[in-house]
């Protein structure tokens, strides 16, 4: 069974201040399956890291529709806070984070029971940061 990888990143301009995300999905070989970005308003960094999952798992859903339930996806998140809150590991303390920890749980439920969260180095996100920056930057 072929694997999805998906980089994930979010940030902002100040904490909390303009935020973007971006999410850049690859195939198991590596060929560039779909960017996104988007600006979310004023947000937490973490707010930020969380909505880009969000953003990941509704893109992926429009590529591969029913097929998620079946499939592979490896998310790749630079946030270790963030993955392990995602992995259960970590309690969230963050109210505000809280519907969209529900969201994600409610998609992987319904969806994409076979994805796994990868905490990565900054220096392995670089295309995920990438799209942020042109996210903020209006490009």
Same mark, same amino acid.
């Given at each position: ?43 937490? !960094? !973490? ?9 990941? +798992? /509704? #893109? +992926? ?8 339930? #079946? ?5 790749? +998140? ?10 259960? /590991? ?15 749980? !409610? ?19 670089? /295309?995920?940061?990438? +799209?942020? !920056? /042109? ?5």
């Amino acid at each position: 069974m072929e694997k999805i990888y998906v980089n994930t990143d979010g940030g902002s301009r100040g904490n909390p201040g303009p935020a973007a995300v971006g999410v850049y999905i690859t195939d198991f070989t590596g060929k560039v399956v779909r960017e996104a970005k988007q600006t979310i308003g004023n947000a937490t !960094n !973490n707010f930020a890291e969380y909505y880009a999952v969000v953003l990941a +798992l /509704e #893109t +992926l859903k429009q590529i591969y529709g029913k097929k998620t339930k #079946t499939m592979q996806f490896e998310i790749r +998140l630079d946030s270790e806070l963030v993955k392990k809150q995602l992995s259960g /590991e970590y309690q969230i303390k963050e109210p505000g984070l809280v519907p969209l920890f529900i969201v994600i749980h !409610n998609q992987r439920v319904a969806s994409f029971p076979q994805v796994v969260f990868t905490h990565v180095p900054r220096a392995q996100n670089k /295309e995920a940061d990438r +799209l942020v !920056n /042109e996210a903020l930057d209006g490009k």
